[in-house]
């Protein structure tokens, strides 16, 4: 059978989910034996970078499932897995998926502090994770009985795995968790529907080229990574997923893989921009997919300047030099971004255009008291879908808040111009109300220094009301050749709004290590506004 006429089927299955698409493929013996699943270590006895067809990967997540059903777990049981792998993490997601537990994926990056909080407020059953993460997370300080502290030894016998739990739509499938720019992640609860709605939708469209072979660079534990997982087993796809995804380690990649496509968060281009991209060859890449928060114009154009695409001309389809940026604006709540538009070598609608809805959701403007907004007026974004999470796992005060007449109130501050289109400001703890109607919007400012200055590789603003008076300190990251010696204070303060630029105290160069970021690369605002008050920033 095809693999257009394998998604064709899938789309007509109303009992696939997020939880059953392995076992699923398996049962009806569909795609089995094509090479699919690559990952940059082991697993098992495949090595790194040999990739695995279906049938294998079914018969490890099998032999995981055993071993995890010998701990004693078993379903509804909420179980806390923090895997440094990628291979771990999916393997180990699959096989809880299996017996119809509720895996609550962690990021190995999490700070040490803030995992064991996370950890001691989901009330586990139990802990599966590595040696490494064991020693810092005992149940002392976690209240978690730590179930498996190393990964290895989780292989039983496949074939005295249980039968594969019977999925229902509304049944919990994962437990993610939020970026935590502002303190402790959120514990964001998924169903088996939910999380696997937008790839119901897609299958029902030709498939997108470039995602015929895809590098993940998406933290595997994030609701994004099982996504891609999901969607590669259903697309029939080729898929590599990374374990870290630092630039460099995501350029070597595209350089030994040859992906058609690369799918990762906003901070993930910045970080490949970073590098001499003629260095690297780029030249398979179709497809550069991006979720999470939107990207900035400055790296989109420079990852479209390289690559090929295919496109329709005169003549009929041709290779033409340049590849496809599709933008958007994501979350672990929303399940999927709800927004999309695409940016090629000769697009030119940026200034944070985050695109239109999506088919599968709708969006509107809220203002303070609830209203929904005109077109062209700034408030904030509440989007309804059938990919939005159920909540908040063990925090129903924080699950009712961010709800408001069926929408899911993201703490971003929109607009939406009359074609529909929708522009992203801010998140609305990060901006600052000057009075008199004006406001400072830091990633809309961002976007105005790195537009105007072409020796800024990325820039942060800090804006902290100080009593009566706004100070805004830059925080600039240069190109590897830039003068950092040269002060950059006249060109900044010309490229933001005059209102903005009346409150920059400072402009200050500083290396990567100065901005705090979370595990899946975003800055911690609330860190550096902190430090901003106490005078840390230089």
Known sequence: MSAKSIRARLAENQDLGAGNVLTTLAELDLGLDTPQLTFDTAAGQIPAWQPLTLRQLHELVAARTTA?????IRRRDPVAVVAPTAVDTALTFLALARIGAIPALINPSLAPELAVKFIGRLKAVGLITDPEHAAFLPESATGVPVLSGDFGPLMGDPAAAPAPYRWFPTDPVAITHSSGTTGLPKAVVHSHQSLYAAIRYRLSLPRPQGTERM???????????LIILNLAMSYGSELAMLSQQTGPGVLAAIDSWRPRSVVGFSTTWPDL?????????LSTVALWWNTGDCAHEAHIRRLVACGNRQTVTRAGREQVPGSVFVDG???????HSHFFIAHTPQTSQYNRCIGKVHSFADAKVFGPDGRELPHGEVGELGTKSTTLSLGYWNDSASTYRTRYGGYFLTGDLVYRDEEGYFYHLDRRLDSVDLGDGKFIYTSASEERILAACPDVLDCTIVAVRDGDSVHTDVLLQLEADADAAADRTKEVRGALEAH????????????????????????RKFVLRQRHLEGALQ
């Open 273 to 281: 921009v970073k590098a001499d991209l003629s260095k690297h060859d």
């Open 215 to 225: 590098l993940s660079a998406l933290p595997c534990p994030h609701a994004a990574g």
């Open 68 to 72: 995890l059903h010998e701990l004693g």
């Open 500 to 523: 903005v630029a009346a409150t920059v105290r400072q402009v200050i160069v500083v290396d990567d290590a100065k901005v705090p970021l979370t595990p899946t690369g975003k800055v």
């Open 329 to 335: 604006l994501g979350s672990s709540e929303m399940g």
